[in-house]
């Protein structure tokens, strides 16, 4: 399980105020993309290749909600209900193709769902909300739910086929067909669209839609000149209005928009933005940019 060493997904603003991620420990890291909190505030919410389970701690009352968010693969606006003072948030962030190693049930029909979380991960809801509500830090709670992560967490519960598949796709950014990932596995198109929905709630075909996007997202997050029509060799698009449409159908921002959202409230990262470089022929495509 290597598939998380060359491929870090991020979210729509990954360095905003009152959001905060937090690193497992090197055992969980194949599988956990992070543990993260965040105050109730609006944001934006971009697929970010992830299913999450948030914990809603009411310290006051002694009880724990526990809900799953399966994979996204569209944008939303969060417009969260105003939490009491008692009541924190602490979350679990997997990627898609790892949160069926803690799961009690398949992941079918999870796409784009939002779920009480005992339905699909019965256990783990059963052993870490007492700890949580005994933890009285962050760094306690994130304790506390590494020790059951790694007392639920069972490998054999993930298909070689579908981790194969995966890694395949991480190695070509996104730009594999379906048809071609099918055999490089050695299995039909059918029985691999089938496996990826029972172990990730998504198709390959979306999947490799959104793993190429992020890595697209993390490029313009970190490029200091950030140019559209080398990336559009790069990550295999037709032409730039290609890439553009698909950046904004999955982030619903424009890339120029998309990187202003990121870090609006970061000065450092303001003072530093990069430079955007298109293609001049392209006056519409260019102009549609800045839309």
Request: proline fraction near 5%; charged fraction near 25%.
């Amino acid at each position: 399980m290597d598939l998380h060493q060359n491929y870090r997904p991020e979210t729509a603003a990954p360095s905003a105020q009152n959001y905060g991620e937090f690193e497992p420990c090197k055992e969980l890291r194949p599988y956990i993309r992070c543990f993260w909190e965040a105050a109730d505030d609006p944001r934006l919410v971009t697929p970010d290749t992830c299913a999450d389970i948030l914990f809603l701690i009411d310290h006051a009352a002694g009880q724990v909600e526990s809900w799953f968010c399966g994979v996204n693969d569209r944008p939303f606006f969060s417009q969260p209900e105003k939490r009491r003072q008692q009541v924190s948030l602490f979350a679990i962030r997997f990627y898609a193709w790892s949160a069926v190693f803690f799961a009690d049930d398949s992941l079918r029909g999870t796409r784009n769902g939002f779920f009480n979380a005992r339905q699909h991960f019965f256990t783990l809801c059963r052993k870490l909300p007492p700890k949580l509500l005994q933890a009285a830090s962050m760094a306690e709670r994130i304790r506390a739910a590494e020790e059951c992560l790694i007392a639920v967490l069972c490998p054999g519960q993930g298909s070689p086929i579908v981790q194969n598949a995966v890694l395949t796709l991480l190695k070509s950014r996104g730009a594999f067909s379906i048809d071609s990932l099918a055999g490089a596995v050695f299995v039909s198109r059918r029985q691999l669209e089938r496996l990826f929905r029972e172990q990730l709630g998504l198709s390959p075909k979306r999947l490799a839609s959104l793993v190429r996007y992020q890595y697209l997202w993390n490029e313009i997050l970190s490029a200091r000149d950030f140019c559209v029509q080398d990336a559009v060799n790069r990550y295999g698009y037709a032409d730039q209005a290609h890439l553009l449409h698909d950046f904004k159908r999955f982030h619903s921002l424009s890339v120029v928009q998309a990187r202003q959202h990121a870090v609006s409230n970061v000065a450092f990262l303001q003072e530093n933005s990069p430079s955007f470089c298109y293609n001049k022929k392209k006056k519409q495509e260019r102009e549609d940019i800045g839309q």
